[in-house]
């Protein structure tokens, strides 16, 4: 671990607060209602889950397929697998940004939002707590924000499908 990890637990925890300070001030007085906690909660357990494979595959199709071989199939697993250490907290603080923050925001908002929120989290965690040097920021950052979008851009195309569902059962 690096000296520096609890500045890098301090950004991560400072994320969410903002996120949480501009759902509040938006839906003060406006009849949207109140954030609900399970749409936050899911959001950053999908995130969680889904983000660190996510960008591990993002990494590792194209250094398996550089390499080749007939280990390249288990090398590509245990990238995957082990995506979980470097990512599994930005993943989650990122999701439950965007569980906060999705309410607030257009589609397009909402992609490149989730697509900072997680490059952001993604940095401060593999600076600070991993004690990754600063050469490492862009892939970090690259690897989570390109994540988030993609996960952000899935939520997007489901909940569009499940609205025209609804729309071909009503009418």
Known sequence: MSQSWPLAWLA??????????????YLR???????????????????AVLGPPLGALLLG????????????GTMLLFVVAMSY?????????????????????????????????????AVAFGLGALGLG?????????????SGALLEGGWLWWARRRRRRAAAVVS
């Open 85 to 121: 250490v470097p990512g599994f907290i930005p993943a989650l603080v990122g999701g439950a940004c965007m569980g906060l923050l999705r309410q607030v925001l257009g589609p397009w908002a909402r992609v490149g939002a989730s697509a900072l929120v997680c490059a952001l989290a």
């Open 29 to 47: 007085g406006s009849a949207r209602g109140t954030v609900q906690v399970l749409h936050v909660a899911g959001s950053a357990f999908l995130f």
């Open 61 to 72: 199709v194209p250094a398996v397929v550089q390499m080749g071989g007939p280990d390249a």
């Open 134 to 146: 600063m050469a490492s920021a862009p892939m970090m950052g690259g690897l989570g924000g390109a």
């Open 12 to 25: 991560l925890l400072v994320m969410p607060l903002l996120a949480v300070a501009a759902v509040v001030m």
